[in-house]
């Protein structure tokens, strides 16, 4: 079984509140539901590693094993890039 960093058990509980009121610019005068506010979770936890650790990661989901290959790699990169001075 793979150990996995993110994960749904990981996640605070959700209270819903459901609002109803008509939005004229929208679709049936309808409003969204909710689902645009989840899209930039990944993407804040990826720099939140990326801030802490320096490592860059671009796949989810974010396992031991993907972290720990992206801070080798970030290594190996910064010893190989030949820097302009």
Request: one cysteine or more; aromatic letters at 2%.
């Given at each position: 079984?793979?150990?996995?960093?993110?994960?749904?058990?990981?996640?605070?509980?959700?209270?819903?509140?459901?609002?109803?009121?008509?939005?004229?610019?929208?679709?049936?005068?309808?409003?969204?539901?909710?689902?645009?506010?989840?899209?930039?979770?990944?993407?804040?936890?990826?720099?939140?590693i990326?801030?802490?650790?320096?490592?860059?990661?671009?796949?989810?989901?974010?396992?031991?094993?993907?972290?720990?290959?992206?801070?080798?790699?970030?290594?190996t990169?910064?010893l190989?890039?030949?820097?302009?001075?």
């Open positions: 079984m793979m150990n996995l960093c993110l994960a749904i058990a990981n996640m605070p509980g959700i209270k819903t509140v459901i609002v109803e009121e008509e939005d004229p610019n929208g679709p049936y005068r309808a409003k969204s539901v909710g689902e645009a506010a989840l899209n930039p979770a990944a993407a804040a936890i990826c720099n939140a990326y801030n802490a650790v320096g490592a860059r990661i671009i796949r989810l989901p974010v396992t031991a094993e993907s972290l720990l290959k992206a801070i080798k790699t970030k290594e990169d910064r190989t890039v030949k820097r302009e001075d």
